[in-house]
C-alpha cells in the first residue's frame, strides 16, 4: 500500500463550524490571539485563558465531522493513512482515522504544569483550582505560540517515506510545524487543497485544488483511487 501523509489546518475544520485563525484576522470570537495563546498569558490571566479554551472546547464538542474528515479516514482502504495535524480538535478521529498525530496539542485533554502528566477531559471545563494528582493547576494540553512542538522530530519521521502528500487548510504560516513538508522525499506527489491561493512556489510534483475541503478532499480522493 502506498502511504498518504495528510498535513491538515484549521480550514479543514472550518465547514464543520470551527472558526480558522488568519481568516478572521488573529480575532477568534472577540480575543486576541496572541493574548490567550501563550505562556505569557497564562502567567498573567489565568482564568481568561481558560475560559478561551473552555469555549473553544464546548464548540469542539458541539461540531461534527464534515465530508472531508469522513474521506479522509475511507482512503485507509486503499492507502496507509497518516493524518498530521495542527488541529486541537477529535475531528479526524471521529471521522474514523486511525492514525492521528497532533502537532499543537489536544483541547480534549489537560496537562498537569507541574508533572506534565496528561489526561483526557473531553468536554470538561477547567477552571482556576482544578488540580492535578500533585495539587499543580490543570492547563489545556495545547501548544502555545512560542512553546516546543514535542511531536514535531515523529511528525518529520512520518514523512520520510511518503508518496503522496496532502496539504489541506493550513496557511503554512506557523513554525515549525509548516516545515514539515520540507521532509518528504524529492519523488512524492503533492497535493494542496484550499479555497484561496498558498504559495509553494517550489514544491515539485504539485497539484492545487483551489476548493473547500469538503469539495476538493473528495475529487482529490477519486483521482488517487483511480490511477
Ligand atoms: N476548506 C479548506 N481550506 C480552508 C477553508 C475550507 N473550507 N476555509 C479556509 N481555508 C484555508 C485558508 O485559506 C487558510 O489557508 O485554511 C487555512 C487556514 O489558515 P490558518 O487560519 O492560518 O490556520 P492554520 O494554518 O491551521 O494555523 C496554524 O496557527 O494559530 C496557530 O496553533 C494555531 O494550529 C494553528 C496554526
Redesign the pocket.
Known amino acids: 500500500m502506498k502511504k498518504i501523509v495528510v498535513f491538515s489546518?484549521?480550514?479543514?475544520s472550518?465547514?464543520s463550524g470551527l472558526k480558522?485563525?488568519?481568516?478572521n484576522n488573529g480575532l477568534w470570537e472577540n480575543y486576541k490571539?496572541m493574548d490567550v495563546?501563550t505562556p505569557e498569558a497564562w502567567e498573567k490571566q489565568p482564568q481568561t485563558v481558560l475560559e478561551f479554551y473552555n469555549l473553544r472546547r464546548k464548540q469542539v464538542v458541539d461540531a461534527l465531522p464534515n465530508s472531508?474528515h469522513f474521506c479522509l479516514a475511507e482512503l485507509e482502504a486503499f492507502f496507509n493513512v497518516q493524518i498530521i495535524t495542527?488541529?486541537?480538535d477529535d475531528l479526524h478521529e471521529r471521522a474514523g482515522s486511525s492514525n492521528v498525530l497532533h502537532l499543537?496539542g489536544e483541547i480534549l485533554k489537560s496537562r498537569s504544569t507541574k508533572t506534565g502528566a496528561i489526561q483526557k477531559i473531553n468536554g470538561a471545563m477547567l477552571n482556576l483550582g482544578d488540580l492535578c494528582s500533585k495539587n499543580s493547576q490543570l492547563r489545556p494540553d495545547v501548544?502555545w505560540f512560542g512553546e516546543a512542538v514535542p511531536n514535531m522530530l515523529l511528525a518529520e519521521e512520518l514523512c520520510k517515506d511518503a508518496d503522496i502528500l496532502i496539504i489541506?487548510?493550513?496557511?503554512?504560516?506557523?513554525y515549525p510545524?509548516a516545515n514539515i513538508i520540507d521532509y518528504i522525499p524529492e519523488k512524492c506527489s503533492t497535493y494542496l487543497?484550499?479555497?484561496?491561493k498558498?504559495d509553494l512556489n517550489n514544491m515539485k510534483n504539485l497539484t492545487v485544488i483551489n476548493k473547500?475541503?469538503?469539495i476538493?478532499i473528495p475529487i482529490l480522493a477519486k483521482i488517487l483511487v483511480d490511477k
Open positions: 489546518g484549521a480550514g479543514i472550518a465547514e480558522t485563525f488568519r481568516d490571539i495563546a472531508a495542527q488541529n486541537i499543537h501548544v489541506v487548510g493550513t496557511s503554512l504560516a506557523v510545524a487543497v484550499d479555497p484561496n498558498i473547500k475541503a469538503s476538493g
